[in-house]
Every structure is written in structure tokens, then in C-alpha cells.
């Protein structure tokens, strides 16, 4: 069985920082992880690519080849990618099987995870290959200022988590950026109340009855949980990565194979 992270979220998130900062991370602590490029609009990687997805297909040739734009282009790829999950993915995949860790940087339309069934199905084919998926969502903290904002990146995450039905942890990525960590404090764990409160002063009084809705489900499917990223604390990432861990049960197989590796060395 394998492990893997789907790390999604909108555009420019910190998706492919993230991914390289744990790349770093586990190489630091002698772990091994492998990530995968699934956008096939990215240029420049800083970490090493194992698996991506413009060997598959390049964007550029796909908006040259059927004039489409960046967006449409993209939806393209994806589907491409989708008609050849049995033969180029499950090949590249073969090649990780047993206990790897792969991790999909995936790009940042938000379509993707909303309302088109790609990333659905990629996901049921790295169940069916016996990989245990969790979903990072990365948030950006830089829009976190105000709760209208919290408001609607719940709703995007919660959309993807709806779709893809799978662990998912949320993260406020860029926490380096934040001046003040008291504003971005109440969005981390923040009281229902407090946020409808807050909700309600910005809104005009006829929306009280919806933003009362909205507040109950963003509890209701304990959304109200993002754990902050801070890249330049290693301890940040750590902790990250302990909580994605827990959610896949990855150090809990790790126990396993160590006492499997000590009675074979008896
Ligand atoms: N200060 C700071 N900047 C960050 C951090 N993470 C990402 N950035 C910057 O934010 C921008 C976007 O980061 P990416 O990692 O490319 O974001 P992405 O989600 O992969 O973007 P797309 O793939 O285009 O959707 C880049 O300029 C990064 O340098 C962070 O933790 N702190
Ligand atoms: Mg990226």
C-alpha cells in the first residue's frame, strides 16, 4: 500500500512552495518522499520532479494545437490525463508501490475541484492502486483579512472535500507574510458565534438568516480548522506533516515495518 497527499488550492496558494519545502523537510530527516507535477503549465520546479505530467502533455502544444487559451487548454490536459489513467499513469505509478509516499502538486484552477469529475477519478484510481489519499488544501493567509474572505475560501475548500470525499486538512499558507498574527489568530480556530457576528456586520441585515446558514455548516463540517504554515519554521512543516501522517495512518504502517525488518534480521 502507498501514501499519497493531493495538494490542491487556488492559484498561486503556495501549492508548488509547499511541495518543495517538503521535499526539503523530508530530506533533512531521511525520508523519503517523491512528487509528482500534475500541471502541465508549470515551468520552473525546485524540487525534483518524479512523475509530471507534461511528459504526458504540454500545455503549450495543446492551446497551439486547438487555440485554446490557458484555462480551457488546461481543462484539456486534465481530461487527457483522465483517458490515460490506465496505461501512461498506472505505468508511472507502477513504479511506486509498496509503502512510497508520493505527493501530487496539483494546479491551482479551482474548477478543478469543484465541479469537474477529473480530479475525482484520478483520485479512485490511486484508491484502486492501493494508495491512501489525504487532500491538502492550502489557503493563502494574505486574504484571510476579513471574514467575508474565510467565509469563501471555506466554501471552495469545502466544495473539493464534498467532491473528493476524502481526509482532508486545511492549510494558511504564506503565515511569514502575516504583520499581525491576532487578526489571522481567529480564523484558526475560530468561534462560531464570534464569526457570525462579525459576518453580519458586514453584510445587509437581509442576509442574517443565510449567513446563519452558512456559519452552521462551515461548523457543521468542521471547516473551521486551518492549521498555519510558517516555511520558515521547520518545526511549521513538521507539525504539518505529523497531522497529515495521522490522517493516512502513515507512521502507524511505519511501526509495523520496523518490527517486520527486526524479526527478518533475527
Ligand atoms: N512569503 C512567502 N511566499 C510564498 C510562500 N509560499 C509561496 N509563496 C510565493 O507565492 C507565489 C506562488 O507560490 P506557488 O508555490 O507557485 O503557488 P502555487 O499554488 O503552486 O501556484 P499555481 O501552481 O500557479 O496555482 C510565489 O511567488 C511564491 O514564492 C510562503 O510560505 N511565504
Ligand atoms: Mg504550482
Given amino acids: 500500500m502507498g501514501f499519497a497527499q493531493l495538494v490542491i488550492g487556488p492559484a498561486g496558494s503556495g501549492k508548488s512552495t509547499y511541495c518543495s519545502s517538503l521535499y526539503n523537510h523530508c530530506e533533512t530527516v531521511g525520508r523519503s518522499i517523491h512528487i509528482v507535477n500534475l500541471d502541465p503549465a508549470a515551468e520552473n520546479f525546485d524540487y525534483p520532479v518524479a512523475v509530471d505530467i507534461r511528459e504526458l502533455i504540454?500545455?503549450?502544444?495543446?492551446?497551439?494545437?486547438?487555440?485554446?487559451?490557458?484555462?480551457?487548454?488546461?481543462?484539456?490536459?486534465?481530461?487527457?490525463?483522465?483517458?490515460?489513467?490506465?496505461?501512461?499513469?498506472?505505468?508511472?505509478?507502477?513504479?511506486?508501490?509498496?509503502?512510497?509516499?508520493?505527493?501530487?502538486?496539483?494546479?491551482?484552477?479551482?474548477?478543478?475541484?469543484s465541479h469537474v469529475p477529473v480530479l475525482k477519478n484520478f483520485?479512485?484510481?490511486?484508491?484502486?492502486?492501493?494508495?491512501?489519499?489525504?487532500?491538502?488544501?492550502?489557503?493563502?493567509?494574505?486574504?484571510?483579512?476579513?471574514?467575508?474572505?474565510f467565509i469563501s475560501g471555506c466554501m471552495a475548500s469545502l466544495s473539493a472535500m464534498v467532491q473528493l470525499e476524502l481526509p482532508h486538512v486545511n492549510i494558511l499558507s504564506k503565515m511569514d507574510l502575516v504583520r499581525n498574527k491576532r487578526d489571522i489568530e481567529k480564523y484558526l480556530n475560530p468561534e462560531p458565534q464570534s464569526l457570525l457576528a462579525e459576518l453580519n456586520q458586514h453584510m445587509a441585515p437581509q442576509?442574517?438568516?443565510?449567513?446563519?446558514?452558512?456559519?452552521?455548516?462551515?461548523d457543521d463540517y468542521s471547516?473551521?480548522?486551518?492549521?498555519?504554515?510558517?516555511?520558515?519554521?521547520?518545526?511549521?512543516?513538521?507539525?504539518?506533516?505529523s497531522q497529515i501522517d495521522n490522517c493516512i495512518q502513515y507512521g502507524e504502517d511505519a511501526d509495523v515495518k520496523v518490527k517486520d525488518f527486526d524479526q527478518d534480521d533475527d
Avoid: A
Fill in 58 to 113: 504540454s500545455l503549450e502544444d495543446v492551446m497551439e494545437e486547438f487555440g485554446l487559451g490557458p484555462n480551457g487548454g488546461l481543462m484539456y490536459c486534465m481530461e487527457h490525463l483522465e483517458d490515460n489513467m490506465d496505461d501512461w499513469l498506472t505505468e508511472e505509478l507502477d513504479n511506486y508501490m509498496e509503502d512510497d509516499y508520493l505527493v501530487f502538486d496539483c494546479p491551482g484552477q479551482i474548477e478543478l475541484f
Fill in 207 to 218: 442576509f442574517g438568516k443565510l449567513n446563519k446558514s452558512l456559519i452552521e455548516l462551515v
Fill in 223 to 241: 471547516m473551521v480548522n486551518f492549521m498555519p504554515l510558517d516555511l520558515r519554521k521547520e518545526s511549521s512543516i513538521k507539525y504539518i506533516l
Fill in 123 to 149: 483520485v479512485e484510481h490511486l484508491r484502486r492502486k492501493n494508495f491512501t489519499v489525504c487532500v491538502v488544501y492550502l489557503l493563502d493567509s494574505q486574504f484571510m483579512t476579513d471574514v467575508t474572505k
